[in-house]
């Protein structure tokens, strides 16, 4: 599953919410920038994946991936566990989304996950 996913299949997205990767990953990482304090990314580089290293959150919270990973889907946020992927404490993150869903998730994790 991907973050923001939001159980919508591609032929529901409209059109007129298409914006390109570079505007969604700009979206992302300004607002984790300027919202979420411990948290850090890389801004990905020829991928619509994103891997965001909340160790430092976690840690500050005392939280767990699992607790985290749990919070963002009890609120409708589908995000994928890093973990496979080499980071202990890594979310990934699709980007193919549309800009609408992506504010939604993104509002939905600073007022009930992070």
């Known amino acids: 599953m991907h973050l923001l996913h939001f159980g919508v299949t591609q032929s529901e997205v409209e059109l007129k919410d298409a914006h390109s990767l570079e505007e969604v990953q700009q979206l992302i990482c300004d607002f984790i920038r300027e919202n979420f304090p ?5 801004k990905p580089q020829g991928t619509y994946m994103l891997f965001i290293d909340f160790e430092g959150w976690c840690k500050n919270h ?5 607790e985290l990973l749990k919070a963002g ?9 890093g ?3 080499h980071g202990e ?6 980007l193919a989304l549309p800009k609408g869903r992506v504010e939604e998730a993104l509002r939905r994790l600073e007022q009930y996950v992070l």
Do not use: L
């Open 38 to 42: 411990g948290v850090h990314f890389s």
């Open 62 to 66: 005392g939280k767990t991936m699992e």
């Open 73 to 81: 889907q009890e609120v409708g946020v589908y995000w994928q566990d």
């Open 83 to 85: 973990r496979p992927f």
């Open 89 to 94: 404490y890594s979310i990934r993150v699709n």
